[in-house]
């Protein structure tokens, strides 16, 4: 079973910047257990491009499709047999980011 | 046997069978929604068939059996259209589980996937009381005053979370135990208080329905874990307060506080097994066990239901449970609860003021505002104790409750 494991931030209550040492030794950590099997940080939302090629054109705007106070700051997919392990895992991964983490099973 | 030992008989299996038929399903069929309609249907058949055939022998295999043929219809009438429905199968483990009590039942299983803490509180409720006590949706959607269609929907949308996530279908490690049955506990005990206070204008004060419920569903989990002294010191502390109710409420429907209580019409026999469970607690607590807070809680009604008259209360013994208490759990409603056992000791000034300092916490809780009432009036404080019981009555919920907070406002001099 796959799980798109979100990291989220808060603009205006970031979490701290110092974080990268320990995530790296998670990472590993998932990776040595089978877990693992994308990681990626995201660049700030102001870098995100929108776009719309449903009507005649494509219409590029600039920024993300949605302005909020929280956002998506990086994603992880991990495997795991069943939601009580991904939770287990989420619980140390927002503990290890200090950041909020959303668990999202794929189809 | 007559129509009515049938009729009997079938209600009284649906309450004694239908968790475990669920929960057997389940983990068979791997999905809850095919074991929640197989059990309907096996039910309907019974309803149907025992008043001509006669009740079997063992109407709980019966149950199982028919329901078994029910789900494996449907799964090859659905087959036919989708053949996704293998994929889609709740895990389970096959090992027997950690070594938690004496049995491995599947209604274990059962109540901690419907407790499980990525569903809503509400939702846990909700799923619980279908699944594993097998309340019909109208009667729980009647109990917690929602609609059927939301309540249904609520239900629907938890089985189809529990599938897609895959919500495991198992009782959790010996490390994960403890945290996980202490949120089962609090679903009971959520089920428990609704029914001992009701919340609503066009409910019953009491339902004694909720609180026949959870003290039923508390009894199941103390015979599937039976050294637990949580589960122990919840059920405790459910007999002990149920063992009140009948004097609860007056005759005129207004709801009777402790000191007013007719205590020769208190249940003697569900105190004697409060008082049983709390003994056997405090004799572990004397070993080395730490109690928690339900063992905590039950202790406080057991020195309550020890008193023949309230002038033989044990406050201090009252007051030194609370101590224990706050410090495992510092909620301002434990320190509200506190200060009346202080009124009796120190007086009401002495409790008022503690009472005071919970103030920015508890603005919105009615009972902050019905003690504070209380303890102005003992002051003779008339006018403060007003605006209070007038805050209370505002805020209370309960039918019973607010008659008797406003008797006491309106005897104000």
């Given at each position: ?17 110092d974080?990268?040492?320990a995530?790296s ?9 089978g ?9 700030d ?9 449903r009507?005649e054109?494509a ?21 795991a047999?069943?939601?009580?392990v991904?939770?287990?895992?989420a619980a140390?991964?927002?503990k290890v980011c ?5 668990v999202?099973?794929?189809? | 046997?007559?129509?009515?030992d ?5 209600t ?6 239908w ?7 389940t983990?068979?069929f ?9 059990a309907?249907?096996?039910f309907a ?7 001509a055939d ?9 149950l ?7 789900a ?10 989708d ?5 889609a199968?709740?895990?389970?483990d ?9 049995i491995?039942?599947?209604?274990l ?16 409720v909700a799923?619980?009381?279908?699944m ?5 949706v109208?009667?729980?959607?009647r109990?917690?005053l929602?609609r059927?269609?939301t309540?249904?929907?609520?239900i ?15 009782v959790?490690?010996?490390e994960d135990?403890?945290?996980r049955?202490?949120?089962v506990?609090?679903v ?7 029914g ?26 103390r015979?599937?874990?039976p ?7 919840l ?7 149920e ?7 007056s005759?005129?429907?207004e ?5 007013e209580?007719?205590?020769g019409?208190w249940?003697a ?5 409060g ?27 057991a020195?309550?239901t ?10 201090s ?16 409603v434990?320190a ?14 002495v ?5 005071d ?6 603005a ?13 009036r003992?002051l003779?404080r ?11 009555i505002?805020?209370a ?6 008659a008797?907070?406003?008797?006491r ?5």
């Amino acid at each position: 079973m796959r799980y798109l494991v979100s990291v989220i931030d808060d603009k205006s209550n970031p979490g701290s910047t110092d974080r990268q040492p320990a995530i790296s030794a998670f990472n590993e950590r998932l990776i040595a257990e089978g877990h693992w099997v994308f990681a990626g940080g995201l660049a700030d939302t102001d870098a995100a491009t929108v776009i719309d090629n449903r009507g005649e054109q494509a219409v590029f705007s600039d920024g993300p499709f949605v302005e909020s106070k929280e956002y998506l700051a990086g994603v992880w997919v991990w495997e795991a047999p069943d939601l009580d392990v991904a939770l287990k895992l989420a619980a140390e991964a927002s503990k290890v980011c200090d950041r909020k983490i959303e668990v999202r099973p794929f189809l | 046997m007559n129509d009515g030992d049938v009729r009997e008989a079938i209600t009284r299996t649906h309450r004694e069978e239908w968790g475990r038929v669920v929960a057997s399903l389940t983990k068979r069929f791997g999905d809850l929604d095919i074991a929640e309609e197989a059990a309907a249907e096996a039910f309907a058949a019974a309803v149907e068939r025992w008043p001509a055939d006669g009740v079997p022998p063992n109407p709980g295999g019966w149950l199982t059996t028919t329901a078994g043929r029910k789900a494996i219809d449907r799964i090859r009438r659905e087959n036919k259209r989708d053949d996704k429905h293998k994929e889609a199968r709740m895990v389970y483990d096959d090992d027997p589980p950690e070594p938690v009590g004496a049995i491995d039942d599947d209604r274990l299983r059962l109540i901690f996937t419907c407790c499980h803490p990525a569903l809503a509180m509400q939702t846990r409720v909700a799923l619980t009381l279908r699944m594993v006590a097998g309340l019909t949706v109208p009667e729980i959607a009647r109990a917690f005053l929602v609609r059927e269609t939301t309540l249904e929907q609520r239900i629907t949308r938890a089985k189809a979370k529990i599938k897609a996530a895959r919500i495991p279908y198992r009782v959790p490690s010996a490390e994960d135990l403890p945290a996980r049955l202490s949120g089962v506990l609090a679903v009971l005990y959520l089920v428990f208080n609704e029914g001992y206070l009701a919340t609503g204008p066009g409910t019953d004060p009491l339902r004694h329905d909720l609180t026949a419920e959870a003290i039923r569903l508390t009894r199941l989990i103390r015979a599937l874990l039976p050294d637990d002294g949580e589960v122990a010191g919840l059920l405790a502390l459910m007999l002990l307060t149920e063992a009140r109710h009948t004097a609860r409420v007056s005759g005129g429907g207004e709801l009777v506080p402790l000191a007013e209580q007719d205590r020769g019409a208190w249940d003697a026999s569900l105190i004697a097994e409060g008082h049983r469970l709390v003994r056997e607690r405090l004799a572990a607590a004397a070993a080395g066990a730490a109690p928690g807070r339900y063992q905590i809680l039950a202790a406080i009604n057991a020195v309550h239901t020890s008193a023949r008259d309230i002038r033989d209360t044990d406050w201090s013994q009252i007051l030194a449970l609370y101590d224990h208490l706050v410090g495992l759990d510092p909620s301002p409603v434990i320190a509200l609860n506190r200060a009346i056992a202080v009124a009796e000791l120190d007086g009401p000034d002495v409790a008022l003021a503690a009472v005071d300092r919970l103030d920015d916490k508890l603005a919105d809780y009615h009972a902050y505002h019905a003690t504070r009432a209380d303890l102005l009036r003992r002051l003779g404080r008339s006018q403060q104790s007003r605006a209070a019981y007038d805050r209370a009555i505002e805020l209370a919920g309960n039918t019973a409750e607010t008659a008797h907070l406003t008797r006491r406002r309106d005897q104000l001099g």
